[in-house]
């Protein structure tokens, strides 16, 4: 098992910028594939970005696109995600995870996650 630990949320005016962090623990992190998702108050939890364990392979949310950078440092055991031109709607709680298959895009693909750190934008 893994556990993951979320970091770098807090409040930005739109057009600012955050970076997340996610560090993990365990023998096994560059065997897992990272994806980052986001869930606001009522809604879904919804994919943001994903990478493959080598970092080979990455993807995003058409929201996103062009605007967030999914990284990580196997040697750190450490994924982020760098956020620019924030925009109001980006406002949710963001939580890291782990999985199997690059190719996963739904929360029940992912098999463990972190807390949670909230990304508060403001308009």
């Known amino acids: 098992q893994v556990q993951l630990v979320e970091s770098g949320g807090g409040l930005v005016q739109a057009g600012g910028s955050l970076r997340l962090s996610c560090a993990a623990s365990g023998r096994t992190f560059s065997s897992y594939a990272m994806g980052w998702f986001r869930q606001a108050p009522g809604k879904e939890r919804d994919f943001v970005s994903v990478?493959?364990?080598?970092?080979?392979?990455?993807a995003y949310a058409d929201s996103v696109k062009g605007r967030f950078t999914i990284s990580r440092d196997n040697a750190k055991k450490t994924v982020y995600l760098q956020m620019n031109s924030l925009k109001p709607e980006d406002t949710a709680v963001y939580y890291c995870?782990?999985?199997?298959?690059?190719?996963?895009?739904?929360?029940?693909?992912?098999?463990?996650w972190g807390q949670g750190t909230q990304v508060t934008v403001s308009s």
């Open positions: 990478i493959s364990g080598s970092g080979g392979y990455i």
């Open positions: 995870a782990t999985t199997t298959n690059s190719l996963a895009r739904g929360s029940a693909q992912y098999d463990y």
